[in-house]
């Protein structure tokens, strides 16, 4: 079974920068849709960045385009969240998420959602404040 471990999270003063590691058990970086998420206390889990290896594309959710990027390193299965330009409302825990996929499949943004995911990590809290 899939295992992902998140690192990196911590607390950082608005403004600042957190880059997110994902640690998958195997190789994930070929047929897989891997996704990070955050949730914040009270509120629904909510997709952040989603990115398809079946055809490298990859989304964003509006509150974060141009502030985050998702990023992979395939020698050590790794997935990454570099966060930028932190904003308070940034702050929760982040997870991440993989499903494996059919190689050419194409798959819409909307699917960046978390009952697309069948592997989650613990998690990692953000904080964000001054």
């Known amino acids: 079974q899939l295992q992902l471990v998140e690192s990196g999270g911590g607390l950082v003063q608005p403004g600042g920068s957190l880059r997110l590691s994902c640690a998958a058990s195997?190789?994930?970086?070929?047929?897989?849709?891997i996704g990070w998420f955050r949730q914040a206390p009270g509120k629904d889990r909510e997709g952040v960045s989603c990115?398809?290896?079946?055809?490298?594309?990859?989304s964003y959710a509006d509150s974060v385009k141009g502030r985050f990027t998702i990023s992979r390193d395939n020698a050590n299965n790794t997935v990454y969240l570099q966060m930028n330009s932190l904003k308070p409302e940034d702050a929760a825990v982040y997870y991440c998420?993989?499903?494996?996929?059919?190689?050419?499949?194409?798959?819409?943004?909307?699917?960046?959602?978390?009952?697309?995911?069948?592997?989650w990590g613990q998690g990692t809290q953000v904080t964000v404040s001054s």
């Open positions: 998420a993989a499903v494996p996929i059919s190689r050419g499949v194409l798959l819409p943004s909307s699917l960046c959602v978390p009952r697309t995911f069948n592997s």
């Open positions: 990115h398809s290896s079946s055809d490298g594309s990859t």
């Open positions: 195997k190789f994930i970086l070929d047929y897989y849709y």
